[in-house]
């Protein structure tokens, strides 16, 4: 794989939450609830060492990962600093809708765009909510079928293979599509590109074991040098404005800054089958909310989820109270001044979200149903207490504030600081 370059797609983010936060807080807590029941119809596997076998084994047939269990290429491990793991590349803009991150993906030759969720926390890719599929020379129908439910959505249909665009440099051959003929909760999208760890696959296709990611299908086509993906958000004010990025096969050391940790992808089920880290959560410099415990670091959910003991005594240690419009906490302009940061310990990494960072920007509490001037923390009730094997959920405001990457040749995690983790945007 000579001149193999890392490849980067710039996205932005989009809201259209109809009900407003309430609307987005049931849907945040029904993905929860999905995501904690782990695996199905399997159940919960243990995925770190699974995983870590199955990725470090690829073969190539006919340009798809065909035999994960053949002893082929295995990547080393990433360095642990920025400049160490990052390369040269183009890159893959992504969109901010105000509560999660679409980009733009053809499928086809000639392609159609199709306006596609960013998900960390599945892997499948898929199209047809609304901009329906168009079938050219390279659509291949596999006579397969597909079913995914996601908690707070759910999409049936059948299986093609395609060509899938991700930009001029960004190609892949044969990759697995999705075409819905029934969809639930995409009414913004036209699907998903699901990034999560492969096993998340299984059961959602007939006649298949497990089908390969985007990522995957990349890596085992030559097109990126590792199995990887980092990804960028930049906090805003405003929505629908393209200000962030995702780059497959390692990092751009330009929208991070320091070095980037990597932790293990955690031992403890259901979070082991996902994007899932060990963390602990301290609220100020004395005021432990989540003593060490797994979770999940999750694209697809918009708000800072965590434990109903944890947010309970973050909610006392903000005095904050709940709002009745939007369901989310509100803090006054006092309490919000005496706002103390929030502290994770990741890896032995400590990463700070500030005040700022903990609310929701005040310019985009119109589209939350909200009261111009309020001030709502993102923070929110997971819906089950801590001690179930997945206790938080570090979404998508959350990622705002780091730069993010979901290594699966190494089944890790990395994290870094960028320019905006201290920004006052909101």
Do not use: C
Request: glycine letters at 12%.
């Amino acid at each position: 794989m000579s001149h193999v370059v890392i490849r980067s797609i710039p996205f932005a983010t989009s809201f259209r939450a109809a009900g407003g936060a309430k609307e987005l807080l049931q849907r945040d807590r029904a993905r929860a609830a999905k995501l904690l029941a782990g695996l199905s119809p399997h159940g919960p596997r243990p995925h770190l060492e699974v995983y870590r076998r199955k990725r470090h084994a690829h073969h190539k047939k006919g340009g798809v990962i065909s035999d994960p269990s053949a002893p082929t290429y295995s990547a080393p491990p990433a360095t642990g600093t920025g400049s160490g793991s990052t390369g040269a590349g183009s890159s893959i803009d992504v969109t901010d809708t105000g509560v999660t991150y679409t980009t733009s993906v053809g499928v086809g030759e000639p392609a159609t765009q199709y306006t596609l969720l960013i998900d960390t926390g599945s892997s499948n890719t898929w199209v047809g909510a609304n901009t329906p599929y168009n079938p050219t020379s390279s659509s291949q129908d596999t006579g397969n079928t597909i079913n995914v439910s996601y908690g707070s959505g759910t999409m049936s249909g059948e299986e093609y293979t395609d060509t899938v665009t991700l930009s001029p440099s960004l190609v892949i051959q044969n990759q697995s599509i999705g075409v819905a003929s029934s969809a639930q909760g995409f009414s913004d999208v036209d699907g998903i590109i699901g990034v999560g760890p492969v096993d998340l696959t299984q059961g959602t296709v007939s006649n298949t074991t497990e089908v390969p990611t985007v990522t995957d299908n990349l890596y085992a086509q030559g097109t990126i040098s590792s199995d990887s993906l980092g990804i960028f958000y930049e906090p805003s004010s405003t929505v629908d404005v393209i200000n962030g990025e995702l780059t497959f096969g390692g990092t751009d050391n330009t929208k991070y800054t320091g070095e980037i940790n990597f932790v293990p992808i955690t031992t403890t089920s259901p979070a082991s089958n996902y994007w899932g880290i060990d963390q602990s959560v301290s609220y100020g410099d004395s005021t432990t909310i989540l003593n060490t415990t797994a979770g999940i670091v999750d694209t697809g959910t918009t708000l800072l989820l965590l434990a109903t003991d944890a947010f309970q005594a973050y909610q006392q240690a903000t005095g904050a109270t709940p709002d009745q419009t939007t369901g989310l906490l509100t803090i006054t302009e006092q309490q919000y001044n005496q706002l103390q940061s929030l502290y994770f310990n990741i890896g032995g990494i400590t990463y700070e979200l500030t005040p700022n960072a903990q609310i929701w920007p005040r310019a985009l509490n119109s589209v939350l149903g909200g009261q111009e001037g309020q001030i709502y923390l993102i923070a929110s009730d997971l819906g089950s207490p801590s001690g179930q094997g997945l206790d938080f959920i570090n979404g998508f405001g959350w990622l705002q504030r780091f730069y993010s990457v979901f290594d699966t040749g190494n089944a890790q995690v990395g994290l870094a600081t960028t320019p905006f983790t201290d920004a006052e945007t909101n």
